[in-house]
């Protein structure tokens, strides 16, 4: 099948890490013999500060998106839109692809569904968290992300919670499913601590707590660091590694200056070295105002490290022995359930990493949904 995703959640030169997730995606669409190429829409705020947008990954096409900053954010699709326009029609020319996959439904979702009906095939919207179960309520961006989902031929979720919330804005049920992401174990699982943590120069003598992730408000970054000072003090030796970057990185690091002694940032890390952090770990922390069901743990889990996260969307589906969920915006419980963790023997502070689903049969059922997707609209069947 051949697959055009569009989106700019999407590792960029300037964000390698940026939605390393969807770079799994389709190297996974790839392995299993798909042709997918993807249109990566690059903040012109990006290129001013790196100019070379050439990609080295072959299938992959860097476009400038200009957009006014901040402003009028329920009008940005049309932007990219605009922006965007002679990239997509220029692949078109050369290679006529069966679906359009995006990741984020608004801006990326709207240009995406647009432009799949424009050149007459269906269009798919993945979502994974706040942009419909925050950004929804939004009185101005919220029925731009309602009537894009509603137009979409099908919309995938990332587990259950978002897909009652898609339910709620118009989407037909037929049209709405959610999807476990799968993790690969041939990458992600329990590996020897004191070997990783001396491959990436991190102390054997600290208990290292660990966040990955993108540094947005969303993420809770600065429940977990009122909640750090907290745990620094009933656990002296505890280390809180930050792995990622973002738009609200200066802030963090700001925020964090009375903290050098206590938290590393680590920057962005490569989806392939994200396993020897993991290892490396005696906790994953994720303290987000909003989820779906996040990579991130999951990967955390498959490598045997236990988690303490905000009570939101389908974390708690994850929950294991080791691993907890407090409500959010709470750094009090945050603090005492990562303290609670870290003071718990070594033995026990280990998670069951059997339980998380293989990637392998998650891209299968996934490839088997699009071609039913494609089937339906070459027929003209209701959705």
Not at 231 to 249: C, E, F, K, M, W
Not at 263 to 282: M, N, S, T
Not at 320 to 346: C, K, T
Request: proline share 8%.
């Amino acid at each position: 099948m051949k697959i055009l995703f569009l989106s700019s959640i999407y590792p960029t030169p300037r964000h390698p890490g940026k939605g390393n997730i969807n770079a799994a995606l389709v190297a996974d669409l790839r392995a299993h013999g798909d042709d997918v190429r993807a249109l990566v829409p690059v903040p012109w705020t990006d290129r001013m500060r790196r100019r070379d947008l050439a990609s080295a990954e072959p299938g992959v096409t860097y476009t400038t998106w200009y957009y006014p900053p901040k402003f009028h954010r329920h009008w940005y699709h049309r932007w990219m839109r605009r922006s965007i326009l002679p990239a997509a029609q220029a692949i078109h020319r050369q290679w006529q692809a069966d679906l359009v996959l995006s990741y984020w439904p608004h801006p990326d979702g709207a240009v995406a569904i647009e432009h799949a009906h424009a050149i007459g095939v269906p269009g798919v919207i993945m979502s994974g968290g706040s942009n419909v179960l925050l950004l929804s309520s939004d009185p101005r961006r919220g029925p731009v992300i309602a009537s894009t989902l509603r137009a979409a031929d099908h919309v995938l979720t990332v587990g259950e919670a978002i897909r009652q919330r898609c339910l709620e804005l118009g989407v037909a049920p037929g049209r709405v499913s959610s999807f476990a992401r799968g993790v690969d174990d041939t990458l992600f699982h329990p590996g020897d601590q004191v070997a990783a943590r001396s491959r990436l120069g991190l102390p054997q003598d600290r208990l290292i707590v660990l966040w990955v992730g993108r540094m947005a408000h969303v993420k809770g970054l600065d429940v977990l660091l009122t909640a750090w000072r907290k745990i620094v003090d009933r656990t002296p030796l505890a280390l809180l590694v930050l792995v990622g970057d973002g738009p609200d990185q200066s802030a963090v690091k700001d925020a964090a200056r009375d903290l050098t002694d206590s938290v590393i940032f680590a920057g962005a890390v490569a989806h392939a070295q994200l396993p020897e952090w993991y290892q490396a770990g005696d906790l994953v922390v994720l303290p987000s105002r909003s989820e779906g069901t996040p990579n991130v743990l999951l990967e955390g889990l498959a490598c045997g490290t236990p988690f303490v996260a905000s009570d939101v969307g389908n974390i708690r589906d994850l929950l294991e022995p080791a691993s907890q969920v407090i409500p959010s915006e709470d750094p009090g419980a945050l603090a005492e359930a990562v303290s609670a963790a870290l003071a718990m023997p070594a033995a026990q502070r280990r998670a069951d990493s059997t339980h998380v689903p293989a990637r392998g049969t998650a891209i299968e059922s996934l490839r088997r949904t699009f071609s039913d997707i494609v089937e339906r609209h070459r027929l003209g069947t209701p959705k």
